[in-house]
């Protein structure tokens, strides 16, 4: 099909769409210059409408004629396509309230082409937040092999890709899939430069994790001049959460001190996800453990809240072993050095920790042993097993340090 009989097509398909919701007939769109026969053949695509002929229909039905047109290079379509996309995202970050109102906005407009690449994309969306990061490859990959109703909205594929492709342990695919995400999303307009943005942070937070930290400080640039455009919303706390990773990572404790600052000063007015919110306290809660002068206390505090809304939510046991792990580094900081341990030891039985949580947890157990002056053998042997199996590229290199000092000591 040309690319003309497929703009007729859509427009008619549109049209019934529109018609249809309205609870109206075609022979309640005829009016004068528009009969009931030519109706049908506008629906049917075998007739173009005039630019009269549009309005006429647009104020039969209660609608804007723009609502009505299918411009040629596809930009209204695209548009359609991200308000779906934001719509699930939304659910995803717990928005609902959002979700339900960008969904019944894109419902009034979408034809069948687009109705089906909407659901396979919402598929996805639920994919990811069942974290079925298998299932959710080949789904995407199915997505990306579709029709397709622009580059920004394959961005969002590819950044949903990056993020499963990193949990299996596949990271240099992972960078891989987040650059082309920065690249499909180049373009012009407030919602695909909201997409940019989004793809500039899953590379930031997928080069770190690839041990890639000057390429990340390179994307840390180009979001640091985005934060006076992006207010105080989801974006911008991740924007400062993934810089305060990178700082992190350097060993520049303040700078990540203070990044992480900026992004608990906003998640205090943000309503959204509560897995998210745990997430960002978590980090500000491990980099300030890891910070000279850090307020014990506000960390005590940020692991309390944590505990609770997981407690709440009766899932995200994963976020209650971090808590767990960083609680027994708060333990072991206050001399406490026997709960350090039994925290430090349950949080690793639960077996959600990842690699770099349970590095610091075995290493943690080890200064347990020697604080408390007692055989740390044991220990010893878990950490060595451990650094058997551990892919150093995902882990904090100061933390090698450590294991340096650990394995160099005399006993």
């Known amino acids: 099909m040309d690319e003309g009989r497929k703009s007729l097509t859509r427009f008619g398909a549109r049209l019934r769409a529109v018609r249809l919701q309205r609870g109206l007939s075609q022979k309640d769109l005829a009016c004068p210059g528009v009969s009931m026969s030519y109706v049908s053949r506008l629906e049917s695509g ?9 309005r006429r229909l647009a104020e039969v039905l209660g609608v804007d004629p723009s609502e009505l047109v299918v411009d040629e290079d596809g930009t209204a379509m695209q548009d359609e396509a991200l308000t779906w996309c ?29 109705f089906g690449w909407c659901v396979r994309w919402t598929r996805l969306g639920v994919l990811a937040r069942q974290r079925d990061h298998e299932g959710l490859l080949l789904a995407a990959a199915k997505l990306r092999k579709s029709w397709s109703p622009g580059p920004a909205v394959d961005a969002l594929v590819e950044i949903l890709r990056a993020s499963s492709l990193r949990r299996l342990g596949r990271t240099a695919e992972s960078v891989k899939a987040a650059s082309e995400a920065v690249e499909l999303a180049a373009g012009d307009g407030e ?8 793809a500039l942070i899953a590379l930031c937070a997928e080069l770190t994790a690839a041990g890639r930290l000057a390429d990340a400080e390179q994307v840390v640039d180009q979001l640091s001049a985005r934060l006076p455009e992006l207010g105080g919303d989801r974006l911008a706390i991740s924007t400062w959460w993934v810089r305060a990773k990178v700082a992190d990572r350097l060993g520049d404790r303040m700078e990540a001190a203070h990044c992480i600052r900026e992004a608990l000063l906003l998640l205090d007015d943000f309503d959204g996800d509560p897995e998210y919110r745990c997430r960002v306290r978590l980090a500000g809660a491990a980099i300030a453990l890891r910070t000279p002068e850090a307020n014990l206390d506000d960390v005590a505090a940020s692991l309390d809240e944590v505990e609770t809304t997981v407690a709440a939510l009766r899932r995200h046991q994963n976020l209650l072993a971090h808590a767990r792990a960083l609680r027994a580094e708060l333990a072991l900081r206050d001399g406490e050095v026997g709960r350090a341990r039994e925290l430090a030891e349950a949080a690793l039985a639960t077996g959600r920790l990842n690699a770099e949580q349970q590095l610091r947890c075995h290493l943690l157990l080890v200064r347990a042993a020697d604080e408390a002056d007692t055989d740390g053998g044991a220990a010893r042997d878990a950490l060595a097993a451990l650094l058997e199996h551990i892919n150093p590229e995902v882990v904090d290199p100061l933390l090698w340090r450590d294991v340096a000092r650990i394995a160099l000591r005399k006993h």
């Open 86 to 114: 934001e719509a699930v995202l939304a659910y995803h970050d717990g928005d609902l309230v959002l979700a339900v109102d960008l969904l019944e906005a894109v419902g009034k407009r979408s034809d069948e082409e687009m």
């Open 46 to 54: 075998e007739r173009v409408p005039s630019p009269a002929v549009v």
């Open 191 to 198: 919602r695909v430069r909201r997409v940019h943005t989004r």
